[in-house]
């Protein structure tokens, strides 16, 4: 075995030393023996499980050529199936569903692992389908074409091979291939550095190539926006062909492919082009913007003129410029309309604009506020519009709405109530940071709670890449956290987007710790205000958020009693060496720069595990499929802390990936295990 005696567990980033996995097996032995073996797990996963198959969940879907076609898990497919029903079926709930692809029937005819990653249709003949299929549920794919009429793999149709490969429809008979199947295709970071044009019929050796980045960049993506609403041929489709070529996670350059052309288009590095519409590229700012003498502020949503063919940017509208309690979350394009999803404060909020005598102008809508909006589907060549809406309180229900003929909307299906919301109550409050800054936070609990500092109380939180964390409704915490006298806290601290640009770059790269320091002053004003107390307070995060619950724990051991962390990033010093860490040195800086290694060094949760602390039994879960953050982080923060006498869990699945792509079981298996030991840290 190499020698790794500057780091004596660098042996357990191998994902195939035999060494190596005895030892994940052994922790997954001892933490299945502490907690599967507590009389409440075989009753909580069977409810949790229950819960999941519960015929009367909403099952969302997508609408194509009046089909609404939906990805459906249960006993009897417990990889799930394909399946697609009429409107009025569906509004008739005659669950008159026909299966048009069976993954468990799949994974048994070819004898693979898979599991279903995403479907693509053909926007203009939707029976075609890209299916790409993942074994045991990681980041990489295969991707093949599908005929959902025939429910077969089209004969000599497209197919690639594993990879993290971008593969997008641009016609019928071409598609836009970013290729991640050999190493010599791949950036640093593990992503595609190319593009291609591939026809039907070519073999690889054919196709088209159109870029190639340098090693050291990001990744490539490109995809063809189509435009049914162009005023000046209103007959007509125009299509406008993009390149995304990402230097690093936030900085991009934006190509526009006319013929065999490609064009680069004068936008700033920071921005996202999320949509287009009339001729308009609809474009968020995530930094200020000077162009042809004016000004535009980060956080702003602009509707950019961009013509076909020249990539030449005339008109430039503001759409929507924040204040500092808002952020653009999501946009639609409608047929004639732009639909908007505002953060406003933490809670959601849709704005409209119609397109009318040449520009964008405001329309009315009827949709609440105050609680969650997400969008459902919005169908080609329409102005119709799918929703939930839910917050913590309130179970999601789904709705369907005409934006352009207005009206009430129609209510299709509404998630039952998992438990009797008129006991608890859903408080926004806010903790002050160390530099003054005032953190919002939401807590659920029983409306009767004392504040005596008695509650056993779970804090979430995530706090990076610009993602908010936004109220939800609690399907399986309510009734197994809530009603048992638990109290659920979730944190809108620095370095997510509930705020915008701003937010999130307060706490990006060197100025990392301020994310830290913002969750810690919330467990703080928890304790504070009576909610609970150190003995009673539990947190949680996943991936980054699992990065935050880690530095957390080694900063400040003795504010916590549990801490899960799930899937997390732990040795900062090396994460840019293990998958696709190196993607991230826009969000957290390079090791390899002396002056942003000292910065990763100096929270860095793996290297500040110490021997002297008294640290909270901790439950760290990571998956052996995940492609993503690599399974070593969680392993060498268990082995470290063991080293140092420790008492510590491990859990590490054999599937499911970094999103947790697999079955209902091992799904009910993992929360009811949290659940079991939140239950026996924070309530017993």
Known sequence: MTDHSHDPFQWLESLDDPAALAWVAEQNAATRAR???????????????????????IPFFAEHAGWLYNFHQDEAHPRGIYRRCTLDAYRANAQDWHTVLDIDALAAAEQVDWYLDGVSHYTEQPQHVLLSLTPGGSDATVTREYDLETQAFVPGGFSFPYGKNHIAWRDLDSVFVCPAWDEA?????????????????????????LLQLDEDAMMVAAWRFLDAANPAAPDAITAFDIIEASDSFYSKTYYHLASDSLIALPLPERAEIEAYSHGDLIVKLAEDWQFAGQHYTA???????????????????????????????????????????????????????RWADGSWQPHANPLPTGGVIEFADQPWHSDLLYYSYS?????????????????????????????????????????????????PYFVVHRRDLALDGAAPTLLYGYGGFEVPMMPYYMDNFGPQWLEKGGVFVVANIRGGGEFGPAWHQA??????????????????????????????????????????????MVQRPELFHAVVCEVPLLDMLRYTELLAGASWIDEYGDPADPAERAALAAYSPYHH????????????????????????????????????????????????????????????EELARVLVYLYRQLMD
């Open 35 to 57: 907690l599967d073996t507590d009389p409440r797990f075989a009753g909580l996963k069977q409810s949790i499980l229950a819960n999941l198959r519960d015929t009367r969940q």
């Open 185 to 209: 295709q791949l950036t640093r970071a593990g992503y595609p550095r190319e593009v291609w044009l591939l026809q039907r019929g070519q073999s690889w050796n054919e196709a088209q190539p």
């Open 299 to 353: 956080g702003s949503l602009l509707a950019v003129a961009c013509a076909v063919g020249s990539g030449k940017v005339g008109r430039i509208a503001e759409l929507f410029v924040p204040n500092e309690q808002q952020s653009v979350e999501m946009v639609e394009a409608t047929l004639n309309l732009l639909a908007i999803i505002v953060i406003d404060n933490v809670k959601s909020r849709l704005l409209t604009l």
């Open 391 to 439: 917050d913590f309180l309130t179970p999601a229900g789904l709705y369907r709405l005409d934006l352009l003929a207005g009206g009430e909307p129609e209510v299709l299906r509404q998630q039952p109530a998992a438990f009797d919301a008129a006991e608890f109550v859903a408080e926004q409050q806010q903790a002050r940071a160390p530099d003054g800054t005032a953190i």
């Open 507 to 552: 706490a990006q790269g060197p100025q990392r710790q301020v994310s830290f320091d913002d969750f810690i002053a919330v467990a703080e004003d928890l304790i504070a205000r009576g909610y609970t107390s150190a003995r009673r307070l539990g947190i949680e995060g996943g991936s980054n958020g699992g990065l935050l619950v880690g530095a957390c």
């Open 609 to 668: 595990a110490s021997a002297d602390a008294r640290y909270p039994l901790a439950l760290f879960t990571t998956s052996s499929k995940d492609d993503r953050v690599h399974p070593a982080h969680a392993r060498k923060m268990v082995a470290r802390l063991q080293q140092h006498g420790h008492d510590v869990l491990l859990f590490e699945t054999e599937g499911g990936g970094h999103g947790g792509n697999t079955g209902q079981e091992q799904t009910a």
